[in-house]
């Protein structure tokens, strides 16, 4: 698996920030951004206080940093340690180790790294997923349409075969039978009307 294989990478290269990969997802790719940001800033600014003191309840140490265990551990390895003061709680790094920071940074960019390759896989793959879900679902239809069309085509050709099949025997018997009684009432009144003809004659005649 593409993943696992990253993931052992990840874990063979980097010693020092392993605790924080061991998390994985995106906290811990947020956490790392945000703890190389606080290294970054002490080296370049190693003689500064602000940048070598880092607030606890800060919106940004609280949401990326304190809710992944891992960096906390990144942190206190590199020399960073927990200090209450009068106004707040902080981390606070003392002594700056700089070979040591620096290790840590270049860890971090290469976890940051190989966690930017294995989103982006994690990302094509889910986009090749939604679009053989797509297709799926257009067969589907497809397929369901087809289906339509052939059930409404047997229906039609039912009722065609229906139409053009002969009426049945016991239908043409009542009609010869109703056409025979039309004959006859025909023929008597024909007959009827000579029979009051000649009586006509008869009886001029007779005068």
Known sequence: MPDADAR????QALQRTAPLWLQGGEAAELAAHTVRAYLS??????????????KESGSAFKNRVACCPGA???????????????????WV???????????????????????????????????????????????????????????RAAVHAVKARADARPA?????LAA??????????????????RSVLWCSLAAALAL
């Open 41 to 54: 800033n002490v080296l370049d600014h190693p003689t500064r206080l602000e940048y070598r003191r880092v």
């Open 72 to 90: 906390l551990s990144v942190l206190a390895a590199t020399g960073w340690s927990r200090e209450q003061y009068p106004d707040a709680i902080y």
């Open 93 to 151: 790094l003392k002594e700056v180790r700089e070979l040591d920071l620096r290790e840590v940074v270049r860890e971090l960019d290469l976890g940051i790294a190989a966690a930017s390759r294995l989103s982006s896989a994690r990302a094509a793959a889910a986009e090749e997923a939604a679009a053989a879900a797509v297709t799926a679902t257009r067969s589907r239809r497809e397929a369901d349409a087809v289906m339509q069309l052939r059930a």
């Open 8 to 11: 052992a990478e990840v874990q």
């Open 168 to 172: 049945p025997r016991s239908v043409r």
């Open 176 to 193: 010869g039978l109703v056409c025979c009684w039309l004959l006859l009432l025909f023929a008597f009144h024909c007959w009827a009307e």
